[in-house]
């Protein structure tokens, strides 16, 4: 099945559109008739340029405002202009047209007089070897559904009429996909896919300004795919996406987004769809992630011995060295933390780049290979460096800013035993952190879409609504990332006086911002943290006398917890406590977590409190405190 992508939903001139396009891997493309109007080569011209890149025109759109008019020159001079178009698609090398529901304010009903217009434009275009797909806008005037249009053109009964459907017209009204299952695939001409973020609003404005890639908002597009696909339909499937955000951004990037979801999307209907099995290449299932295998630090000197004794405060242990690098690893638990002061390889380049950071992540799936097969099928850049004598080729893929993904499975040798030297066995004992619970990456709000569907996309991870996040100095929007093993938030500073916004700017967009540790039991963690001289976030007595006025808590635990600086929050399914360490390296931090009960959240409504406190202590002001 061939893949398309409409030259609206992408940014730049159609030059560069048409480039973005061809790289992304797309086999086609819709002419919308603005880009071709704004270029200054002639048709012809515009034709042998897109097929210069290996693509295909595969819909010249829109033509509006057609059928129903009354009888005289409103009719005539669409049948005119209609005309036009047809030469014209003929010089540019495409053979169809969208013509979508009329919104003209002279425009009459009727079901059979909108089929007679379209049975007299059929016999026309068939003078032109050109075929018409109809096309029910959500705000159509008199046709708004693509039940009705599907009746006009099955009443026009003309081999060149055909029908054009659009997910967002169809979910945005909310119509029921399913009724496209009765239709036959041979008169659906052309179909067109988009998602949208459920937001109440004027259908139109909503189409104009908020679709997004199938994938990264909350339209069944699935289902109404796999209803296609049922039907028959064996045509291109093509993105029409109109959004302001994409429209600022890179052409590149935005056209790569919309390869993945589409590859993504199919790739779901081929499994879920009986019948459908070849309509699009087999790829790799996605990925369960079922742990984090390892989160690895590029660091040097003062900066690496800082950041060890940060790690031995909350309880961390170097337990191993390299073979053959200036590379440490710190463990407690099932949490792995290297710290790598290595010159010459990947994660020295980015030290030189950013400082001391997080520069790769090491997850744990089933299959490595098929992981890194399903992520390059869906655009993915491998990862790949020299390997020392002795070290595990491990497979691995780029992550967000530049930073390594390396995926693990019991199929590779055990990279601790291969390239690792115990050190003596630690004397003293943890801090009873277990596992990492999660970890969070800042980006520009403008990433979040593509990154939210990087991740959606390539493991079995479910996304939570976005939330707004309070900094004194601005507003940053989070969305949670889950699946069995692997939790992330997403985090998009939309101005550089944000904390988060701060980080991103001074360290030259490092992917990760903070790291959170799970204790089964976050008050006696926190008399060992204190023991060790750990670090912790300062919290202000306004802090916990909120706490008392928000939650029935006992007077010992509020106690408690403003003794060790421990927020809390509640909600229906159980209760969540974290501690924070203060900033380290520009504005990164760690966090300990207990969840109770079946608490799925992230202590959002402490945000505020957090940040406030960080950006007091990066400032260098005291908290006061009783």
């Given at each position: 099945?061939?893949?398309?992508?409409?030259?609206?939903?992408?940014?730049?001139?159609?030059?560069?559109?048409?480039?973005?396009?061809?790289?992304?891997?797309?086999?086609?493309?819709?002419?919308?008739?603005?880009?071709?109007?704004a270029d200054a080569a002639s048709p012809r011209?515009?034709?042998?340029?897109?097929?210069?890149?290996?693509?295909?025109?595969?819909?010249?759109?829109?033509?509006?405002?057609?059928?129903?008019?009354?009888?005289?020159?409103l009719r005539r001079r669409a049948f005119d202009?209609?005309?036009?178009?047809?030469?014209?698609?003929?010089?540019?090398?495409?053979?169809?047209?969208?013509?979508?529901?009329?919104?003209?304010?002279?425009?009459?009903?009727?079901?059979?007089?909108?089929?007679?217009?379209?049975?007299?434009?059929?016999?026309?275009?068939?003078?032109?070897?050109?075929?018409?797909?109809?096309?029910?806008?959500?705000?159509?005037?008199h046709v708004n559904d693509h039940r009705d249009?599907?009746?006009?053109?099955?009443?026009?009964?003309?081999?060149?009429?055909?029908?054009?459907?659009?997910?967002?017209?169809?979910?945005?009204?909310?119509?029921?996909?399913?009724?496209?299952?009765?239709?036959?695939?041979?008169?659906?001409?052309?179909?067109?896919?988009?998602?949208?973020?459920?937001?109440?609003?004027?259908?139109?404005?909503?189409?104009?300004?908020?679709?997004?890639?199938?994938?990264?908002?909350?339209?069944?597009?699935?289902?109404?795919?796999?209803?296609?696909?049922?039907?028959?339909?064996?045509?291109?499937?093509?993105?029409?996406?109109?959004?302001?955000?994409?429209?600022?951004?890179?052409?590149?990037?935005?056209?790569?987004?919309?390869?993945?979801?589409?590859?993504?999307?199919?790739?779901?209907?081929?499994?879920?769809?009986?019948?459908?099995?070849?309509?699009?290449?087999?790829?790799?299932?996605?990925?369960?992630?079922?742990?984090?295998?390892?989160?690895?630090?590029?660091?040097?000197?003062?900066?690496?011995?800082?950041?060890?004794?940060?790690?031995?405060?909350?309880?961390?242990?170097?337990?191993?060295?390299?073979?053959?690098?200036?590379?440490?690893?710190?463990?407690?638990?099932?949490?792995?933390?290297?710290?790598?002061?290595?010159?010459?390889?990947?994660?020295?380049?980015?030290?030189?780049?950013?400082?001391?950071?997080?520069?790769?992540?090491?997850?744990?799936?089933?299959?490595?290979?098929?992981?890194?097969?399903?992520?390059?099928?869906?655009?993915?850049?491998?990862?790949?460096?020299?390997?020392?004598?002795?070290?595990?080729?491990?497979?691995?893929?780029?992550?967000?800013?530049?930073?390594?993904?390396?995926?693990?499975?019991?199929?590779?040798?055990?990279?601790?035993?291969?390239?690792?030297?115990?050190?003596?066995?630690?004397?003293?004992?943890?801090?009873?952190?277990?596992?990492?619970?999660?970890?969070?990456?800042?980006?520009?709000?403008?990433?979040?879409?593509?990154?939210?569907?990087?991740?959606?996309?390539?493991?079995?991870?479910?996304?939570?609504?976005?939330?707004?996040?309070?900094?004194?100095?601005?507003?940053?929007?989070?969305?949670?990332?889950?699946?069995?093993?692997?939790?992330?938030?997403?985090?998009?500073?939309?101005?550089?006086?944000?904390?988060?916004?701060?980080?991103?700017?001074?360290?030259?967009?490092?992917?990760?911002?903070?790291?959170?540790?799970?204790?089964?039991?976050?008050?006696?963690?926190?008399?060992?943290?204190?023991?060790?001289?750990?670090?912790?976030?300062?919290?202000?007595?306004?802090?916990?006398?909120?706490?008392?006025?928000?939650?029935?808590?006992?007077?010992?635990?509020?106690?408690?917890?403003?003794?060790?600086?421990?927020?809390?929050?509640?909600?229906?399914?159980?209760?969540?406590?974290?501690?924070?360490?203060?900033?380290?390296?520009?504005?990164?931090?760690?966090?300990?977590?207990?969840?109770?009960?079946?608490?799925?959240?992230?202590?959002?409504?402490?945000?505020?409190?957090?940040?406030?406190?960080?950006?007091?202590?990066?400032?260098?002001?005291?908290?006061?405190?009783?």
């Amino acid at each position: 099945m061939k893949t398309s992508i409409a030259t609206v939903s992408v940014p730049g001139t159609l030059r560069e559109k048409l480039d973005a396009i061809a790289a992304a891997g797309f086999d086609g493309v819709e002419i919308f008739e603005q880009d071709f109007i704004a270029d200054a080569a002639s048709p012809r011209d515009v034709g042998a340029m897109i097929r210069d890149q290996g693509l295909e025109i595969t819909l010249f759109q829109p033509f509006r405002d057609f059928e129903g008019l009354p009888p005289g020159p409103l009719r005539r001079r669409a049948f005119d202009r209609a005309r036009r178009k047809f030469d014209l698609m003929g010089e540019l090398g495409t053979d169809l047209v969208l013509v979508c529901s009329s919104v003209h304010p002279e425009a009459l009903g009727g079901i059979d007089r909108a089929a007679d217009d379209f049975a007299e434009l059929g016999a026309l275009a068939a003078t032109h070897g050109i075929r018409v797909g109809y096309e029910a806008l959500a705000w159509g005037r008199h046709v708004n559904d693509h039940r009705d249009a599907w009746e006009i053109v099955r009443r026009a009964d003309h081999a060149n009429i055909g029908l054009i459907l659009d997910s967002f017209h169809t979910l945005g009204r909310g119509l029921d996909p399913d009724s496209i299952r009765r239709i036959p695939g041979d008169r659906i001409f052309f179909v067109q896919l988009a998602d949208a973020p459920a937001i109440p609003m004027d259908l139109l404005y909503w189409s104009r300004h908020f679709r997004c890639m199938p994938g990264e908002g909350d339209l069944d597009v699935t289902a109404f795919t796999r209803a296609v696909m049922a039907a028959g339909y064996r045509g291109p499937v093509s993105l029409e996406v109109f959004n302001d955000q994409f429209r600022g951004g890179l052409p590149g990037p935005v056209a790569r987004d919309g390869f993945r979801s589409l590859v993504a999307l199919m790739d779901d209907v081929r499994r879920a769809e009986p019948g459908c099995a070849t309509i699009m290449p087999d790829i790799p299932a996605r990925s369960a992630v079922q742990g984090v295998g390892f989160l690895e630090f590029t660091s040097r000197g003062d900066e690496a011995r800082d950041l060890g004794a940060l790690l031995a405060s909350l309880g961390f242990a170097a337990v191993a060295r390299h073979r053959t690098k200036a590379l440490a690893l710190w463990q407690q638990g099932a949490i792995r933390i290297l710290i790598n002061e290595e010159p010459g390889d990947f994660a020295g380049s980015v030290y030189h780049a950013r400082g001391t950071g997080i520069c790769d992540i090491g997850l744990e799936v089933a299959s490595a290979r098929d992981t890194v097969a399903r992520a390059q099928a869906l655009g993915a850049q491998p990862f790949v460096q020299p390997l020392s004598p002795g070290q595990v080729d491990i497979p691995a893929i780029r992550g967000l800013g530049g930073s390594a993904l390396h995926f693990l499975d019991s199929a590779q040798p055990d990279v601790w035993d291969a390239e690792f030297t115990p050190e003596p066995p630690a004397t003293t004992t943890g801090a009873r952190l277990t596992r990492i619970d999660h970890f969070a990456q800042t980006m520009t709000y403008g990433e979040m879409l593509s990154w939210s569907l990087f991740y959606t996309s390539l493991f079995t991870m479910a996304k939570s609504p976005m939330v707004d996040v309070t900094d004194p100095d601005g507003l940053v929007r989070s969305q949670a990332l889950a699946g069995d093993g692997l939790r992330i938030t997403l985090n998009g500073a939309e101005t550089h006086r944000t904390f988060a916004g701060a980080f991103l700017a001074d360290s030259l967009g490092a992917p990760v911002q903070h790291v959170a540790f799970a204790t089964d039991d976050i008050l006696a963690t926190a008399a060992m943290l204190a023991a060790r001289g750990f670090a912790f976030l300062p919290m202000t007595d306004n802090y916990y006398a909120d706490l008392m006025s928000r939650f029935d808590l006992a007077p010992d635990l509020v106690a408690a917890l403003r003794a060790h600086h421990i927020l809390y929050d509640r909600d229906a399914g159980g209760e969540f406590f974290q501690i924070y360490s203060q900033p380290f390296a520009g504005g990164m931090f760690f966090e300990i977590v207990e969840r109770r009960g079946d608490y799925r959240g992230y202590g959002a409504p402490n945000a505020p409190f957090r940040i406030a406190a960080q950006k007091r202590l990066m400032r260098g002001a005291a908290i006061p405190r009783e």
